[in-house]
């Protein structure tokens, strides 16, 4: 990884809004370019080193090639520069980012505040299961767990694991075609409802189990937009489920370097033939271009020497 919290250059290390920032840049830049014309490692590098810009965690362009280089993947600092430019010719300097991670925030905060009220808890099932040791009430992380056999509130402590779980979901999101398709709120209220199923099916996790799709019912007052909004939530859902599998383009899974190795030196070979046909075909261009101006050139003086009248001498 070049860029974000586990990045192997340790001055490359930063926030995942960063890299979340670099990734959609990156293929915002290739709906409209083409692969065969700019350089993927290069754009990518650029991506990273624009984003730092953007999300105000700025980085010098040298850490950027040590980066590379410690990948044995060596972009040049010219190289950076130049492809900078051509990101920002690529997306029309549009480096305006809206990520899932604030709409992830602000959906907790606001299924704390509603899952209080009398309609809110109605969504909320407690665990039946009550603790029978000293031990046994205390989750994986070693918080203290309520007796669920009394009726207590939810609290942010029983929402916490829910939200690190979007979060990490979301991270699957941003390197996949995901956030081209949806908008950030749609994607954060997905991951929060995948969330809440992964924790339930974990045995260790007591937590209460939350119906999102009922918060969605009360949260939005029409009944057209009710449907609307659970449909794309769902087919939204199933789609991050299936980012594990390695699809909808996401690099964090079924993701083979080696393999990608190999391509992207059979793309470098092709870009080259390209390139020697171009320039043949443009020596070939200028050589007909000079032969037809000297042929012309030579039609012209014969013209003007024929066209000329012979003096007659007088006598």
């Known amino acids: ?146 007796n669920p056999n009394n009726n207590a509130v939810i609290s942010s402590r029983d929402l916490a694991p829910i939200h690190d779980g979007a979060r990490l979901l979301v991270d699957d999101v941003m390197v996949s075609d995901i956030p081209l398709l949806y908008s950030p709120s749609q994607i954060g209220l997905a991951a929060l409802l995948v969330s809440n199923d992964h924790q339930q099916q974990n045995p260790k996790n007591v937590i209460p189990k939350i119906d999102i799709l009922g918060y969605i019912e009360h949260r939005f007052p029409t009944d057209k937009h009710k449907s609307v909004v659970k449909k794309q939530v769902m087919k939204l859902a199933k789609m991050i489920t299936e980012l594990k599998e390695g699809k909808h383009g996401c690099g964090n899974h079924k993701f083979d370097i080696q393999n990608l190795k190999t391509v992207y030196k059979k793309f470098k070979k092709c870009t080259k033939k390209a390139g020697s046909s171009k320039k043949k075909s443009s020596s070939s261009n200028k050589n007909k271009k000079r032969k037809n101006t000297t042929t012309s050139s030579e039609t012209s003086a014969t013209a003007a020497n024929t066209n000329k009248k012979p003096r007659v001498k007088e006598e």
Not at 45 to 54: D, E, I, P, R, Y
Not at 102 to 120: P, Q
Request: glycine share 4%.
């Open 1 to 146: 990884q070049l860029l974000g919290p586990h990045a192997e250059y340790y001055m490359l290390q930063r926030d995942t809004k960063a890299m979340a920032t670099a990734a959609l840049l990156f293929r915002r830049f290739y709906l409209s370019n083409s692969v065969m014309l700019h350089d993927p490692k290069h754009i990518m590098v650029a991506a990273a080193f624009t984003a730092t810009k953007v999300e105000d965690c700025m980085t010098t362009v040298q850490a950027l090639e040590e980066g590379t280089k410690k990948m044995d993947a060596l972009v040049s600092l010219k190289d950076i520069l130049r492809s900078e430019y051509t990101l920002l010719g690529g997306i029309n300097c549009d480096l305006l980012c809206f990520h899932p991670y604030k709409a992830v925030l602000s959906f907790t905060t606001d299924l704390r505040t509603f899952l209080k009220t009398k309609k809110g808890r109605v969504l909320v099932t407690f665990p039946t299961r009550a603790p029978t040791t000293a031990t046994s009430n205390k989750d994986a992380n070693g918080n203290e767990q309520r």
